[in-house]
């Protein structure tokens, strides 16, 4: 069984930069085919994918957020990490991780609950 952890703070105040780290057992993040994703929900609204990491170590985003996310990945660790720069209130969500594979997401972190206020 494929199992996800999201860790990070859970605040972050305006302007700063949110690093979120998803740590994943039972699968290599270099295993061919498979792909990391980085998933969030605001309260009261839906998901919203965000960007993702390939096995290759290639990365690809939503182009509303590519401006200001980074994923970047620790394969010593079998890690990979999501960098948000300047938040806003707007980017409080439930921030989740998961593999996707045939443009599915398969396996799920429980999420993170990340709420920026000042």
């Known amino acids: 069984q494929v199992q996800l952890q999201e860790s990070g703070p859970g605040l972050a105040k305006p302007s700063q930069t949110l690093s979120l780290t998803c740590s994943v057992s039972?699968?290599?993040?270099?295993?061919?085919?498979?792909?990391w994703s980085w998933i969030r929900q605001p309260p009261g609204r839906g998901l919203e994918w965000m960007g993702a990491?390939?096995?290759?170590?290639?990365?690809y985003y939503t182009p509303s957020l590519e401006s200001r996310t980074a994923i970047s990945r620790d394969t010593s660790k079998n890690q990979f990490t999501l960098q948000l720069m300047s938040v806003t209130p707007e980017d409080t969500a439930v921030y989740y991780c998961?593999?996707?594979?045939?443009?599915?997401?398969?396996?799920w972190g429980q999420g993170t609950q990340v709420t920026v206020s000042s």
């Open positions: 998961a593999r996707r594979f045939n443009w599915t997401e398969d396996y």
């Open positions: 039972n699968a290599s993040i270099t295993t061919n085919d498979y792909v």
């Open positions: 990491i390939r096995w290759s170590g290639s990365t």
